[in-house]
């Protein structure tokens, strides 16, 4: 059962939610969120197969499950009604996954961002075997775990030998493993990191990395150019959106797609990193069909890279195509 | 009383302790440190007036008074024998000053880093009004703060309007005030920058920010990159070491004082921040005098820049003429 509180309809929001209806549909029973109540998840979701129903309350039949917290509030708190929902619910069989900076005190608590956050591991610039993809974005929020998973099913489908590595919460529930890196002390990150990257590593293998943040952003930017130095991924796929213009709930403009380019280009000078896009994963949610054809157009041209929504289109196969092309060309 | 459990002798290694003796040499009373007991701290620390003695156990003489930890091993733990003396030592009117990861939970510890590790201020992207002074290093350990301090106290013998930013544990221990960033969860370190800069921002007012680690460095170019964005310095001092090839205890090496000036440039494009380098701060103490005097003349020679060890000459008079004079050409 998955808690969102009276955000489900909020994609930016409720983006835990979104992604557990999107990529893991049949592990859904219902989902608690009073101001959507009688919907179906897949009414709500774009692209999700989920007929899970949308309910008010917290669903009494059920014996032993996982309440998944499904919305990431800025800041990582909880309101005063959704804190005392979450305390009403509790009882023994119950496991409450908790993704939020906050860590909850209710028995039964799994806090995700505090498995992880007391050690302390110190990188020591380890290089890899693997043939390794970064999502980055042009701000957060932009679809970066989407098109990684997305990507990874693909490939999976084609059983190319491939592995995927999760950074954030949504991703930690997704995969079943991973870490919450924007919760580890900065100076540890790094060797957080190189843990994930040593257990995938393999000559001949792809693994794709979920980014964080954004090398724009002006909150996220130091975890972004972690990723990118340690990763030092051969290629990454660059995640924007059609029709934001602004950092969700900052006044700092978004750059466009050839200036956010040339952004990752100069960071990956700055790290001595060297990667190239393989390839432009676009989240057209908030635009019309004309729109998102006409801005993929417009996009390919400039850049002679794939241009692509994995989700509108219902598939990554292009970016998929694209990587595997990049690594035969053993760059 | 500082205490460096034998590790005094290694500048790296008790670098708080060095730095104390340096700047703050009227305030220490004496030196735990058996291995170099019965010398002096101007002794042992070049450049400091520090005439405090090095003593083989704690002062049993002294009332009330702060027991300093004055090293910083790399991961931040403590030997066995190290920690054994700190709980043997602690009675009443002792303050045990802290500033490694580890917290230590002995009576009467102020633990440095926790002190703002659980507040999470989110960075908003704020603009601010001062002429902003961030240190860079070519690695970490390369005199950033140092340079911040005596820059900061040559601009005050000046009576400019100055202010300088800690964010360090040996920085707040000298500043009274600041906030050991390394320990941040990754996501508030720019929020944290934020908060320390409104408090001292003005008009016509200058401050030094002191950074941390080095965009070179395998495990602190998250924290520099955050520092940079957040900073947004109309200029930085960039700090680099004679005679020191590699990253301590790491295999990569150093980038050239030329190459850490395209690598920082390319890093303010990436984040869009225009910053240019001011001076160069040299640390000579691995050197001798006729190789600093060669390096200083043919770095200058290269970068057009002021080249200064502001410890070995004892003053950052060059330094604080070139932020000046650029603050005067309005950047």
Redesign the interface.
Known sequence: MIYTGGTLEDPDMAKTAHAIARFLPDQVHSVWDSKSAGALLSDIVPGSMCRAPVVSALDQGLDEFDLVIGFAP???DLTESQRADLAAAMRPGIRLVNGL?EPLDLPGTLNLRHLH?TS?P????MEFDSFRVLTVGTSHAMGKMTATVAVHEEMSRRSVDVAWVATGQTGMILAGEGRV???????F???HIEQMLSEVDREGRIVLVEGQ?S??H??????T??LF??VAPQAFVLCARIGQDH?LG???RIPSVQQAL???A??G????VKSSCVAVSLDSSRSTPERYYEEKARLSQATGLVVVDPVYEGSAELIADAILARMGEGV
């Open positions: 800025i800041g990582g900076h956050a302390r110190i990188a020591q610039g890196l924007d919760s580890i002390p900065v100076d990150v790094p060797g943040g090398i724009f002006p909150s996220y930017s130091g975890l150019a972690s130095h340690t950092h900052f006044r700092q040339e952004g990752y100069a960071l000078a700055a790290l001595g």
